[in-house]
C-alpha cells in the first residue's frame, strides 16, 4: 500500500494489476497465505474498534480499495486514499455504490480538513515510507485529519528490532522498519501500550517488496 508523495509511486502504479491483496504483497505469497493475511487484518479491526457504526473513516495507503470496501459496509462513510493513480482507479472500482470514495494523494499531504474523520487507519502503510520527512509529515496529518473529540487512530505497522543484523538490504530496513514511539506525539501512547501477541512476517519481504 503506497502513501507517500507521487515520486516512487510507479511500482505500485505496475502492481495494480495484480489481484487482491497481490497488489500490495510480494509475489512471494500464494493466494492461501493473502488470504490468511486479509482475514487477519480484518479480525484485528473488528476487535479493537468493534463500533465504526457511526464513524467518517479514512483508509490511508488504501491500495485497490480492498479495506476501504470493506469498511464502507460497516461504516457511516469511507474514503480510500493512494498515492498511486492505478491503486486508486482500482479501488474507485471496488467501491462503487458505497458509501465511500477514493482520492490520489500522498499521505504525507492530505486534501481534507482539519478533524474531517472520526477513525484514520494506516494498515501496512507507513512501514513504506522510507524518507524520515515525508513519515514525520504523514504522522503530522494524521493527527491533523482525526476528530478532535474522541477520535481514534489505528496504525498495524511491522517492527522488528533485530533487522539491521539480517542479510537484507540495508538501504531499506534501516528506514523501512523502525520503532514508532520514537516520534513526538507517539511515545506517550507507547508507554501505555503493552504488546499482546508479535508474528514475525519477515524482513525479506520488504527488501524483496523494494527490488522488484
Excluded at 513504506?128 to 477520535?151: I, K, Y
Amino acid at each position: 500500500m503506497s502513501g507517500g508523495t507521487a515520486a516512487g509511486a510507479d511500482i505500485w502504479d505496475e502492481r495494480a494489476a495484480r489481484p487482491g491483496l497481490h497488489a500490495v504483497l510480494s509475489g512471494r505469497w500464494t493466494p492461501e497465505e493473502c488470504d490468511r493475511v486479509d482475514h487477519e487484518q480484518k479480525a484485528l479491526i473488528e476487535r479493537l474498534l468493534p463500533d465504526l457504526g457511526r464513524d467518517r473513516v479514512i483508509d490511508l495507503g488504501c491500495g485497490v480499495g480492498r479495506l476501504t470496501a470493506w469498511l464502507s459496509e460497516r461504516t457511516r462513510s469511507a474514503v480510500g486514499v493512494d498515492r498511486s493513480a492505478q491503486m486508486v482507479r482500482r479501488a474507485a472500482r471496488a467501491v462503487e455504490g458505497k458509501p465511500a470514495r477514493t482520492v490520489c494523494s500522498g499521505i504525507d499531504e492530505l486534501p481534507f480538513e482539519d478533524g474531517s474523520f472520526d477513525t484514520v487507519l494506516a494498515v501496512f502503510t507507513l512501514q513504506h515510507l522510507t524518507d524520515d520527512g515525508v513519515f514525520r509529515a504523514a504522522l503530522r496529518e494524521m493527527g491533523r485529519v482525526v476528530s478532535p473529540r474522541g477520535g481514534r487512530l489505528l496504525i498495524v505497522d511491522g517492527h522488528n528490532p533485530a533487522a539491521d543484523s539480517r542479510d537484507v538490504s540495508s538501504a531499506t530496513t534501516s528506514t523501512v522498519i523502525r520503532p514508532l514511539a520514537a516520534y513526538e506525539g507517539l511515545a506517550a501512547v507507547a508507554e501505555r501500550t503493552a504488546v499482546e501477541h508479535l508474528t514475525y512476517v519477515g524482513d525479506r519481504y520488504l527488501a524483496q517488496l523494494w527490488h522488484t
